[in-house]
């Protein structure tokens, strides 16, 4: 697998080139936090999201004190507003009962196994959560795996999984060192460009040759999404 990973990530780079990063690294809290408001919604409205916390709240300890409901209201434009303050809550106050304070710097020590672990006992942070934490604020050669990173490589047939879960289990022990950010974010902009979920534009594909997708479509017409992305990179 690590061999096609690597032709995978090649043909990405080639026609994407290598995606940009952010030098300052974002804080672990501050990660975890971003990634849970960009669940099921786009950028623009998880990141007006994440700066109306900033804007209100002085720190992430006067957020752990606010009411859910008030929270709820603050990131309502992130859409899932229930869901995500109560996600919020949930990891704030753990994280304050168990350490005494909001800081999870000590997860700096830990392998990416017991990263994983320790994020995901929290109620309501997930596998996706926690990875993007280890990819993003840690610098782990760990991909996170969404919809988009799940869908392209089953229809490359990479994976043949059911879930992203399943799907980030597979390759995680897999990746070359170095690669998880160019091929996570090239992945994501394949899906998004190209490899759509309804009606992708096979022709244009730079996996087109790799690609094992039953159900190709090699019509020439193509829309690119203006969309920015990859809030976590610019937080």
């Not at 026609?15 to 786009?42: C, E, H, M, V, W």
């Not at 109560?86 to 304070?101: D, E, H, P, Q, V």
């Amino acid at each position: 697998m690590k061999e096609e990973i690597k032709k995978i990530n090649r043909l990405l780079v080639r026609y994407f080139g290598i995606p940009f990063r952010a030098k300052k690294l974002p804080n672990p809290i501050d990660a975890l936090i971003a990634t849970i408001l960009s669940q099921n919604t786009n950028d623009k409205n998880s990141y007006q999201a994440y700066r109306n916390l900033k804007k209100k709240y002085k720190s992430w300890e006067e957020l752990s004190d606010a009411s859910r409901k008030e929270i709820e209201s603050v990131i309502s434009v992130a859409g899932l507003g229930q869901q995500k303050s109560a996600s919020i809550k949930s990891f704030l106050s753990t994280l304050k009962k168990k350490n005494g304070k909001l800081n999870l710097q000590y997860i700096k020590k830990m392998n990416d196994e017991e990263i994983l672990i320790e994020l995901t006992s929290i109620k309501g942070i997930g596998v996706k959560t926690a990875s993007c934490v280890l990819l993003f604020s840690l610098d782990r050669n760990i991909c996170p795996v969404d919809t988009h990173v799940h869908r392209t490589l089953n229809r490359i047939r990479l994976v043949r999984t059911k879930t992203p879960d399943k799907t980030f289990e597979q390759i995680k022990d897999h990746l070359p060192d170095g690669i998880a950010h160019q091929f996570h974010t090239n992945l994501i902009k394949l899906g998004r460009e190209i490899c759509k979920s309804a009606k992708p534009f096979c022709s244009v594909c730079p996996m087109l040759k790799v690609c094992e997708f039953e159900s190709k479509s090699l019509e020439s017409t193509r829309r690119i999404s203006t969309d920015g992305f990859l809030l976590l990179d610019s937080i």
